[in-house]
């Protein structure tokens, strides 16, 4: 089991910038994938991006791709999300996951943040 705590999140103007950071605990941070899925309202939990635990393989979805960053360090045992050009649409709950094989589908985590919002204004 990990623990998440996300932050960073909150209202920012179209085209602006937001980073979102995730801390996690625990010692073996680093053998975990990690995460970040949205939740619009009304709307089903979606993927963002992934970061792998060994290789640091990354993985965006399309709304993301060119956009949106995914890092982590793995002495923090953190992981980082860098929102730039953000528009309307991307206002939604973020979280933060972590699972030992990760993947791009919300079905595969078992260990989630409580959620940060993000708020993009017109």
């Known amino acids: 089991q990990v623990q998440l705590v996300e932050s960073g999140g909150g209202l920012v103007q179209a085209g602006g910038s937001l980073r979102l950071s995730c801390a996690a605990s625990g010692r073996t941070f680093s053998s975990y994938a990690m995460g970040w899925f949205r939740q619009a309202p009304g709307k089903g939990r979606e993927g963002v991006s992934v970061?792998?635990?060994?290789?640091?393989?990354?993985w965006y979805a399309d709304f993301a791709d060119g956009r949106f960053a995914i890092s982590r360090d793995n002495a923090k045992n953190t992981v980082y999300l860098q929102m730039s050009s953000l528009k309307p649409e991307d206002t939604a709950v973020y979280y933060c996951?972590?699972?030992?094989?990760?993947?791009?589908?919300?079905?595969?985590?078992?260990?989630w943040g409580q959620g940060i919002h993000v708020s993009v204004s017109s």
């Open positions: 970061i792998g635990s060994s290789d640091d393989s990354t």
């Open positions: 996951a972590a699972d030992p094989f990760g993947g791009s589908r919300s079905s595969q985590y078992h260990n």
